[in-house]
């Protein structure tokens, strides 16, 4: 299906706000972190205009966002996607946060543990 250029951001929106969850979860938002999250975006704006969500990167890192936030807003993502669709978008998902806290070099324990939880909610 096609998707309207809200639902794009949205959905660049939320996958940003899923993948700052993660780099931060340790308490570090490293420079690498930060550099692939940026990196991704950049890739994310040759389908659709992310400058929106680039310039929001500050606002996100200063929330405070829980994990079963980030279920609920991945959730949300889903809805109106068929089963196939929805495996795709997970496995995409699930690829990127895997990405994300590989990015550092230093995969730590709430960042894995975080993972698994998102992993036995979604997956």
């Known amino acids: ?8 951001k949205s959905a660049c ?6 993948g700052l969850f993660f780099a931060k979860a340790d308490g570090e ?9 940026e990196s991704f975006l950049t890739k994310l704006g040759n389908y659709g205009d992310v400058n929106e969500v680039k310039d929001n990167i500050e606002a996100y890192l200063s929330k405070s966002i829980a994990l079963d936030q980030i279920i609920a807003d991945t959730k949300a993502l889903l809805a109106g996607f068929n089963d196939v669709e929805k495996a795709g978008i997970l496995a995409s998902l ?6 994300v806290i590989k990015s550092d070099n230093a995969a730590t324990a ?5 993972f698994e939880a998102w992993k036995k909610a979604l997956l």
């Open 94 to 99: 699930a690829g990127f946060i895997e990405n």
């Open 110 to 114: 709430p960042e894995v543990a975080n």
């Open 13 to 18: 929106a939320r996958s940003a706000e899923t």
């Open 29 to 37: 938002y490293s420079i690498k972190e930060k550099s692939f999250i």
């Open 1 to 8: 299906r096609e998707k309207t250029e809200r639902e794009y």
